[in-house]
């Protein structure tokens, strides 16, 4: 990851390796939501490098712009874009993601 990458909001993470980890997009900051479409996805919240959220949504940016306000705990993230896929699928999808991550405040 070079400076240029930092200075647009990515985070270097050891447990993230570049090239899109199962799918989902670079962690980016709190707050960064420029790039984050309109549309379904599973999506994870961090602090530091520990998973503490895993959730899916049918707006993304609507969910993610949700949390940055309503939850303190969290400092970056990343996303899968689920386009198409239906609401029962995605849900399972999240189940999955719970699972493999297994994050922190998941209630």
Known sequence: MSDSDEAKGYIRSSAFKEGNQMGYSRRRKRGDLSHVPSRSG???????????????????????????????YWGSYDYKSTRYVPTQKRKKMEKDAVKRNRPTRQT
């Open 42 to 72: 599973i999506y994870r919240l961090y602090h530091g490098s520990t998973v503490v959220y895993v959730g899916q949504t049918k707006n993304l940016r609507q969910r993610l712009s949700r949390h940055d306000r309503d939850k303190k």
